[in-house]
């Protein structure tokens, strides 16, 4: 059992909150977190996803009330919809029987409907948490670059092979396409969808462009919007907004978009091995993307991400915005000897950030000059994570 860093986390919103929501994409490891962390008390599992499981809510309000002394684990729970009103009823009863926390931990992999049903029915009494792929701070026990070849997906992650490693992807992949996307919103083709994600892979790291993704589907503006929107509320795709600052110069709108799991981006693009990485166009907005995504995943609660970009040139890959008001500078370079850019040099004029960092695959930290430093991917999420 490889400990997530969520743990802590999860376990301290049970104990503050009547429910939790935990949520994710398909096969990160939710269901694995969730029963280790109930481990040590009187828990029921159901899975909505098991006819059993759901044969015996079949009146949810019965079966429920059976159990308001322990800690219910509903997995796939956005598949009952119909449920969240009377988990809402079930916590005020256990909250008057002088049992008010942890009463209930839902596990989701779709973001939008479950935060939508869940926040009208369940408002004051949950609390939302996202379980990610493994960081570059977790104890997988294997290499930043096979966390970045093969991605975070624990079954991905430590596959005996590269080749089962990518077949396990593409598994994914399909499984998405084929069945999980068709029973969480409108009938969407399977081989239109592929072809829209690939498009995304190919512009990792790039603005948006909706006109031109739409163009290459050949359909509207709209539709590939909501393409868009779907794969963003699967979590298997970030937007990363632009940060606008008061800075009197004209800023880039658009936001960046990378597919957030590195594994899924190489398995979308057929790149089987590291030495097939290194060679391939998309090496740079790969390494860019893993960065982005490990630091965003193991920044503390509060903390946001964003991309600054001007007319006039000046650019920095992350910006990191404080709850207090403070920034983080953060380029990202794949290159052994980093440097920093005039772009970077006039964003920090304009951002003044209380740091500024250059992340690049090396092992050492170093200073690089006028308040920079170089440093490893590993190092700045440890830094960030305890900021």
């Keep these: 059992m490889i400990v997530r860093s969520l743990t802590r986390t999860l376990t301290e919103a049970l104990a503050e909150r009547p429910a939790v929501c935990l949520l994710g994409p398909r096969q990160v490891g939710k269901t694995t977190l969730a029963l280790d962390v109930a ?67 839902l596990l989701g992999s779709a973001s939008l409907d479950l935060l939508r049903q869940s926040g009208e029915s369940l408002a004051g009494r949950v609390r939302y948490v996202e379980l990610s792929p493994f960081s570059v701070l977790e104890p997988t ?30 598994d994914l992949i ?65 937007r990363l907004p632009p940060w606008h600052a008061n800075v009197g110069k004209r800023l880039v709108k658009s936001p960046k978009v990378y597919l957030r799991d590195s594994g899924l981006l190489h398995a979308l693009l057929g790149i089987p091995d590291l030495e097939t990485l290194l060679a391939h166009p998309v090496l740079g907005q790969s390494w860019e993307g893993f960065a982005v995504e490990n630091l965003l995943t193991s920044a503390p609660e509060g903390v946001t991400g964003h991309f600054y970009r001007t007319s006039g040139g000046a650019e920095v890959d992350l910006v990191l915005v404080f709850p207090n008001g403070s920034c983080w500078a953060v380029e990202v370079k794949r290159s052994l000897k980093p440097h920093a850019t005039r772009g970077f040099h006039a964003a920090c004029a304009d951002l003044a950030p209380a740091k500024r960092f250059i992340v690049y695959p090396g092992r050492e930290r170093y200073p690089l000059g006028e308040g920079i430093e170089a440093v490893t991917l590993p190092d700045l999420a440890a830094e960030l994570h305890q900021a």
């Design 174 to 238: 399909r499984t998405y396409l084929e069945r999980d996307i068709p029973q969480l919103g409108p009938r969407i083709a399977a081989e239109t969808l592929r072809r829209f994600w690939t498009m995304l892979a190919h512009a990792q790291g790039g603005l948006l462009n909706a006109a031109g993704l739409a163009r290459g589907l050949g359909v509207d503006v709209k539709t590939a919007t909501r393409y868009l929107d779907l794969l963003v509320d699967l979590f298997l795709v970030r």
């Design 141 to 170: 026990g294997h290499a930043s670059d096979a966390l970045w070849l093969r991605g975070g997906f624990p079954d991905s992650l430590l596959a005996p092979t590269d080749a089962a490693s990518q077949r396990w992807r593409q």
């Design 39 to 105: 481990a040590g008390m009187d828990a029921l599992y159901l899975d909505l996803e098991s006819e059993q499981d759901r044969a015996r809510l079949a009146e949810p309000e019965l079966y429920l009330e059976r159990h308001l002394d322990r800690l219910v684990i509903l997995d796939e729970v956005h598949r009952s919809p119909g449920l969240f009103p009377v988990l809402r009823g079930l916590i005020d009863r256990a909250r008057r029987a002088g049992a008010g926390q942890g009463r209930y931990l």
